[in-house]
C-alpha cells in the first residue's frame, strides 16, 4: 500500500518570503499523481498543485512550485511570496493509476499547518 | 469553475441512528468517491463509485455505510447505524476519470451524540 509522509506538522514563515513543505511517500508503482490541496479553516479542501510522475518537469502555479524527486520518492511544495491569505494545512497526495479508469482514491498525508506571519 | 455541492453543511445526529449524506457531483463526471477527515487528522479514502457500482473501498467502508446514486444528479452516503468515531467530516468528490483530477465538495460535518 502506498504511504505518504510530511514530517512537518507545523511551520511558520514571514509574510512576503519564501517557504517549502515537505513530502515524501512510498510506492512501488512507476506511474502515478501527486497534489498538494489546501484546506483553510473552512476545510473546503481546494487543489493548489498537481504532478505526473512521468513528466521530468516540475509543476508550477502562479506563487507555487513544486520540487519532484522521483528517485528519492520527494515532492515538495515551495509557496513564494507568501501571503496571510496562505495560512491553511497543506495537505499532500498520491493517487495511482489503475486501469486508466480514474477509481483510484487519494492517500493524503497528515498535514502541515502553515502560519504566515505578518 | 464547476462545483461539487454537498447538503447538510452540518449534520447532528443521536449514536445507533441513520444519516444520509448528499452529494451532487458536476454534471458529466464519471466517477465519484466519498473521503472522510476526522476532527485534527489526514483526509481518509472510503469509496470509488462508477458505472452505478462501488469500484474500490478502503478498509474504513465496512458493512455499516452504502453508497447510491439514486437518480441522475445525486450520491448519497448512508450510515446505518452511527457511532461516536463516526463524527467527522465528509467530503465527497468527483472526477471525469481517467488522469483528470478529483473535484472535492465543500463537506458535510457530521456531530455523532
Known amino acids: 500500500a502506498q504511504t505518504v509522509t510530511q514530517s512537518q506538522p507545523e511551520m511558520s514563515v514571514q509574510e512576503a518570503e519564501t517557504v517549502t513543505l515537505s513530502c515524501t511517500y512510498d510506492?512501488?508503482?512507476?506511474?502515478?499523481?501527486l497534489f498538494w490541496y489546501k484546506q483553510p479553516p473552512s476545510r473546503q479542501m481546494i487543489l493548489v498543485i498537481r504532478q505526473e510522475a512521468y513528466k521530468q518537469q516540475n509543476a508550477t502555479e502562479n506563487r507555487f512550485s513544486v520540487n519532484f524527486q522521483k528517485a528519492a520518492k520527494s515532492f515538495s511544495l515551495k509557496i513564494s511570496d507568501s501571503q496571510l491569505g496562505d495560512a491553511a494545512m497543506y495537505f499532500c497526495a498520491y493517487r495511482g493509476t489503475d486501469s486508466g479508469g480514474g477509481a483510484d482514491g487519494l492517500t493524503f498525508g497528515k498535514g502541515t499547518h502553515l502560519i504566515i506571519q505578518p | 469553475e464547476p462545483e461539487v455541492t454537498q447538503t447538510p453543511s452540518h449534520q447532528v445526529t443521536q449514536m445507533g441512528q441513520e444519516v444520509i449524506l448528499r452529494c451532487v457531483p458536476i454534471?458529466?463526471?464519471?466517477?465519484f468517491y466519498w473521503y472522510r477527515q476526522i476532527l485534527g487528522q489526514k483526509v481518509e479514502f472510503l469509496v470509488s463509485?462508477?458505472?452505478?457500482?462501488?469500484?474500490?473501498k478502503s478498509e474504513i467502508f465496512d458493512d455499516q455505510f452504502s453508497v447510491e446514486r439514486p437518480d441522475g444528479s445525486n450520491f448519497t452516503l448512508k450510515i446505518r447505524s452511527t457511532k461516536l468515531e463516526d463524527s467527522a467530516m465528509y467530503f465527497c468528490?468527483?472526477?471525469?476519470?481517467?488522469?483528470?483530477?478529483?473535484?472535492f465538495g465543500p463537506g458535510t460535518r457530521l456531530t455523532v451524540l
Open positions: 463509485f462508477y458505472n452505478n457500482e462501488i469500484s474500490e
Open positions: 454534471s458529466n463526471h464519471l466517477y
Open positions: 510506492t512501488s508503482e512507476s506511474d502515478y499523481y
Open positions: 468528490a468527483s472526477s471525469f476519470g481517467g488522469v483528470n483530477r478529483q473535484y
